[in-house]
Nanobody, 125 residues
């Protein structure tokens, strides 16, 4: 069973960087497609980035391409989201998610069955 815990959120100025981490305390992390979603107040939860089990395939939302990088370390049961050149519109609660279904691009929240508790990212202007 996957149990996900996010960390690394916080307050940063426009143009700054943050690195989110999501650790899985379960034993089957390497089997899962992993993803980062975000949800801003009054908006639906949407995909930010996704990565397949090996790390060889990734996909990004258009709004973060070239600024965010998703990666994983299966030996550490951890997925990361490096966020650079942050903008106020990146402000949201960020969630990591794990799923065992087929690789779907872009992934939908219904493709994932395990979620972290979320971490707040706030970008000030």
């Amino acid at each position: 069973q996957v149990q996900l815990v996010e960390s690394g959120g916080g307050l940063v100025q426009t143009g700054g960087s943050l690195r989110l981490s999501c650790a899985d305390s379960g034993r089957t992390f390497s089997r899962y497609t992993m993803a980062w979603f975000r949800q801003a107040p009054g908006k639906e939860r949407g995909i930010v980035a996704q990565i397949n089990w090996s790390g060889q395939s990734t996909h990004y939302a258009d709004s973060v391409k070239g600024r965010f990088t998703i990666s994983r370390d299966n030996a550490k049961n951890t997925v990361y989201l490096q966020m650079n050149s942050l903008k106020p519109e990146d402000t949201a609660v960020y969630y990591c998610a794990a799923g065992q279904g087929n690789w779907v691009v872009p992934a939908r929240s219904t493709d994932f069955d395990s979620w972290g508790q979320g971490t707040q990212v706030t970008v000030s202007s």
